[in-house]
């Protein structure tokens, strides 16, 4: 069974920064993401990656400021956040996905994404 671990979320003043982790076990996939949600909020999308070519896609909310990547054995999915806001305060849950997808109308859709983590709360103090 296929598994996904977040790490490394916690309370950080805005303008400072975050690096996430996702440990995937128990299987392999072809595209992961990042996404949020925060209360009251429906989930969003915040990045993706392709792990075969490396290709990654961003939020516009997030682009220049947040850094997806993978490690060279693709088990473990990073998020660098650097320059947080306030409005970056969310639970942030990292998801796989199994079947083909490679534009940004899919990978930044939930629904493409078949294994989900439980999720690593981040917040950011103004």
């Known amino acids: 069974q296929v598994q996904l671990v977040e790490s490394g979320g916690g309370l950080v003043q805005a303008g400072g920064s975050l690096r996430l982790s996702c440990t995937f076990s128990?299987?392999?996939?072809?595209?992961m993401g990042w996404f949020r949600q925060a209360p009251g909020k429906e989930r969003e999308f915040v990045a993706a990656?392709?792990?075969?070519?490396?290709?990654?896609y961003y939020a516009d909310s997030v682009k220049g400021r947040f850094t997806i990547s993978r490690d060279n054995a693709w088990k473990t999915m990073y998020l660098q956040m650097n320059s947080l806001k306030p409005e970056d305060t969310a639970v942030y849950l990292c998801?796989?996905?199994?079947?083909?997808?490679?534009?940004?109308?899919?990978?930044?859709?939930?629904?493409?994404?078949?294994?989900w983590g439980q999720g690593t709360q981040v917040t950011v103090s103004s």
């Open positions: 990656i392709r792990l075969s070519a490396g290709s990654t």
């Open positions: 998801a796989g996905a199994s079947i083909p997808t490679s534009t940004y109308a899919n990978l930044s859709n939930p629904s493409r994404y078949a294994t």
């Open positions: 128990g299987g392999s996939f072809i595209a």
